[in-house]
């Protein structure tokens, strides 16, 4: 049987990670599913965690010592984060340049500056941010795997993977997790399919609740005619309230190649009756089966 070249980057980027669960990340999805630039306060994704929470290797400064002037900035920044979530770019740069003017060295305001400026589609002043916080501090991780999602999404896949590299190579680092997913995102949008396999297996292994992850790694098992090891991954997201159309048709692809005909009707009336309108229902229709 052939089949076609792996194409998977994940299962309706925006529904899905809009439901991730509630810091501060911004997604570039017109990097990897060809459309605008979407802004959301959820996660992937893509964005390693709220700035003011760096994840460094050096012991963190605490309330009682922490100077004036950084808690100043500290204070603005958090303000910036929550105009940022709500949309309000222009008042969250204005808390940003006040951050900043307390602490010209507090690295988190400098990669919320990044973000607002990322959705603001200003590549100079996105890539000074982020160079900007990391020349503070090379090894904060949200600066790293920020910085790597937005150089992915212009393109510069080889510098994106080596950023997210250095993030999770970070032993402090709470988001290894999705930083492995973007990295494994942007491996494939790269063609390294067996890095980006690697990425994403690993991503799992951390955080088996990750769409993305299973997604990818069971079109890519699927691809590659490993239809058991793919049904595993196929499975579990689709019994999530996040299955939906791609992830559908993706699993009924799958139980047909091992002739579980009733599991594939019952993923057939599911991906009919809650995606009328899909592309994958008219494939399914079609019998595109092996497209």
Same mark, same amino acid.
């Not at 959820?42 to 004036?68: M, N, W």
């Not at 100043?72 to 709500?86: C, V």
């Not at 996040?242 to 048709?249: D, F, G, S």
């Given at each position: 049987?052939?089949?076609?070249?792996?194409?998977?980057?994940?299962?309706?980027?925006?529904?899905?990670?809009?439901?991730?669960?509630?810091?501060?990340?911004?997604?570039?999805?017109?990097?990897?599913?060809?459309?605008?630039?979407?802004?959301?306060?959820?996660?992937?994704?893509?964005?390693?965690?709220?700035?003011?929470?760096?994840?460094?290797?050096?012991?963190?400064?605490?309330?009682?010592?922490?100077?004036?002037?950084?808690?100043?900035?500290?204070?603005?920044?958090?303000?910036?984060?929550?105009?940022?979530?709500?949309?309000?770019?222009?008042?969250?740069?204005?808390?940003?340049?006040?951050?900043?003017?307390?602490?010209?060295?507090?690295?988190?305001?400098?990669?919320?500056?990044?973000?607002?400026?990322?959705?603001?589609?200003?590549?100079?002043?996105?890539?000074?941010?982020?160079?900007?916080?990391?020349? =503070?501090?090379?090894?904060? $991780?949200?600066? /790293?795997? +920020?910085?790597?999602?937005?150089?992915? %999404?212009? !393109?510069? #896949? *080889?510098?994106?993977?080596?950023?997210?590299?250095?993030?999770?190579?970070?032993?402090?680092?709470?988001?290894?997790?999705?930083?492995?997913?973007?990295?494994?995102?942007?491996?494939?949008?790269?063609?390294?399919?067996?890095?980006?396999?690697?990425?994403?297996?690993?991503?799992?292994?951390?955080?088996?609740?990750?769409?993305?992850?299973?997604?990818?790694?069971?079109?890519?098992?699927?691809?590659?005619?490993?239809?058991?090891?793919?049904?595993?991954? =196929?499975?579990?997201?689709? $019994?999530?309230? /996040?299955? +939906?159309?791609?992830?559908?048709?993706? %699993?009924? !692809?799958? #139980? *047909?190649?091992?002739?579980?005909?009733?599991?594939?009707?019952?993923?057939?009336?599911?991906?009919?009756?809650?995606?009328?309108?899909?592309?994958?229902?008219?494939?399914?229709?079609?019998?595109?089966?092996?497209?």
């Amino acid at each position: 049987m052939t089949l076609s070249p792996v194409k998977a980057i994940g299962p309706s980027l925006v529904n899905l990670l809009r439901r991730e669960n509630g810091r501060l990340q911004v997604w570039l999805l017109w990097a990897f599913m060809g459309a605008a630039l979407v802004a959301t306060t959820s996660l992937l994704s893509g964005c390693a965690g709220a700035p003011g929470v760096s994840g460094t290797s050096a012991e963190p400064i605490t309330e009682s010592d922490e100077p004036e002037i950084r808690k100043r900035a500290r204070i603005r920044t958090t303000l910036a984060t929550s105009y940022f979530e709500q949309g309000q770019d222009k008042v969250a740069l204005d808390e940003i340049k006040q951050a900043l003017a307390a602490d010209p060295n507090y690295g988190p305001a400098y990669v919320l500056r990044g973000l607002v400026y990322m959705r603001l589609n200003d590549p100079q002043l996105t890539e000074e941010s982020f160079r900007r916080a990391l020349q =503070i501090n090379a090894n904060d $991780a949200d600066a /790293l795997h +920020n910085y790597g999602w937005y150089l992915c %999404g212009v !393109k510069r #896949e *080889k510098e994106a993977v080596e950023f997210f590299t250095r993030a999770v190579a970070n032993p402090t680092y709470g988001g290894q997790a999705k930083t492995l997913m973007a990295k494994g995102v942007c491996e494939m949008r790269a063609g390294l399919v067996k890095d980006a396999e690697a990425s994403f297996a690993r991503s799992y292994q951390l955080d088996a609740t990750n769409p993305i992850a299973g997604y990818n790694l069971a079109a890519l098992l699927f691809k590659r005619g490993e239809f058991e090891r793919a049904q595993f991954y =196929i499975r579990r997201l689709n $019994a999530t309230e /996040l299955a +939906n159309a791609e992830t559908l048709w993706l %699993g009924i !692809k799958i #139980e *047909k190649q091992l002739n579980n005909q009733v599991v594939a009707d019952q993923l057939a009336q599911q991906l009919q009756r809650r995606f009328p309108d899909s592309r994958e229902l008219q494939a399914y229709r079609r019998g595109a089966f092996y497209e």
